[in-house]
């Protein structure tokens, strides 16, 4: 499924008094001399109810009216989870639903409201429809028979990465991993090789994951709230018919294949041959020639963008109908510009579809098959908390009217 998710779950729904029972971690401001000056909420840790991972989550608060005036009522949950580790312990292998990772949030988020003594008529009123979403990471899983085959694709997205964009970087770690920030996302490839973070709930998990994810190279589109907000796709319930409806290919083709400028005209790596010259104007040739030569003369300084009256406007009209028909951008050194990758990439960096794992590892993943387990199996964890819950308010109650007697 999706990797990481950022939720905010409402609690509009819940009635105030009970919204109080919810642990806000408030702390207190105070100036240079110690004296109080407000509150503020601090983030906390709360560990997966199904597999004892960390997750990170603020209770958001607001100001109570009536019987609760001065005090911080709790309104929203933001939370931040690794969903296939929150889940089954392990995000080597999964699916790419959003939808299925916002449910899973919602739900693990009523399991610890439950542990927290919030009684079951409140709870059972949060629905999908009180889910937002701050930000969210799209896993696209790419499968591939030989482990060259796989690195062979992370670096050629590396070298044409970084001569598109000043600011992609490949950080060479455990796992190599090439950075594409954009301005409201960011797209970064890797095959996974660091499984700390991996809870392994099955012993047998770690050997037959790790194993797998040496073919696999992990395409992630981390998406930012101002992505969301510009295509209405806040609502967690914009997410339902996903698939049906070809949004995860359109963000892929509108982020990893944008970033890579493999959308539209390609970028060659070759000079273009003279019946393609002869399309251009006499200007336009001579200064793609200069462009070319060894060594070269950058545009910019061609006479006729030096002696324009907008040399800025001149140079962006011929760089803009020289890439129109020769598919070079002569604002990239051609030193650059002949190492790219485009071609290659546009012929195997396409949408994978959902990815599916092998039957004998699917029972361990989150994913479309094992979906149906998982829903059942934080069911049963929500009744669990529930009836902990209600036999130490039974007990507390038995004890108050013990004392009263």
């Known amino acids: 499924m999706t990797d990481t998710i950022k939720t905010s779950i409402s609690l509009s729904k819940l009635a105030a008094l009970v919204r109080m029972d919810v642990p806000a971690q408030m702390r207190n401001c105070t100036n240079p001399w110690g004296e109080f000056k407000g509150q503020y909420v601090a983030p906390s840790t709360q560990k997966s109810a199904m597999t004892n991972t960390k997750t990170k989550w603020v209770i958001r608060c607001e100001p109570g009216t009536g019987q609760l005036e001065g005090y911080n009522v709790p309104a929203f949950i933001e939370a931040e989870l690794n969903i296939p580790n929150a889940v089954t312990g392990q995000n080597v292998e999964h699916g790419t639903s959003v939808f299925a990772s916002g449910v899973s949030s919602l739900e693990l988020q009523r399991i610890w409201l439950a542990n927290c003594g919030l009684p079951r008529e409140q709870l059972d009123l949060l629905t999908v429809d009180d889910v937002r979403l701050n930000g969210v990471t799209i896993t696209y899983l790419m499968h591939f028979s030989t482990r060259s085959q796989a690195e062979e694709l992370v670096e050629a997205i590396g070298i044409t990465g970084r001569i598109l964009n000043d600011d992609c970087n490949v950080h060479l770690s455990s796992n190599d991993t090439v950075y594409i920030p954009e301005r409201d996302y960011k797209v970064t490839a890797y095959i996974k090789s660091d499984f700390s973070h991996c809870a392994w709930i099955d012993g047998t998990t770690k050997t037959q994951m790790t194993e797998a994810a040496a073919y696999i190279v992990r395409i992630e589109s981390v998406l ?27 963000i892929f083709n509108d982020t990893v294949r944008a970033s890579l400028r493999l959308t539209g005209g390609i970028l060659r790596h070759k000079a273009p041959r003279e019946e393609v010259m002869a399309k251009l ?63 290659e990439l546009a012929d195997s960096l396409v949408y994978p579809g959902d990815y599916s794992p092998s039957e004998d590892r699917a029972a361990l993943s989150f994913c479309e098959a094992n979906w149906p387990k998982i829903r059942e199996d934080m069911q049963l964890a929500y009744e669990r908390a529930l009836a902990v819950a209600e036999a130490r308010n039974a007990s507390k109650v038995a004890r108050v009217m013990g004392a009263s007697v």
């Open 224 to 250: 930012s709230l101002p992505f969301l907000r510009a295509r209405n796709l806040i609502p967690l319930v914009r997410w339902q018919d996903a698939y049906s409806t070809g949004l995860y290919e359109r």
């Open 281 to 343: 104007t006499p200007t336009e040739a001579t200064v793609l020639r200069g462009y070319l030569a060894t060594p070269p003369l950058e545009p910019r300084k061609s006479k006729s963008v030096q002696d324009s009256v907008s040399p800025s406007k001149r140079f962006h009209e011929l760089r803009k109908s020289i890439l129109q028909q020769t598919r070079i951008d002569i604002n990239i050194p051609w030193k650059k510009h002949s190492k790219l990758r485009c071609f």
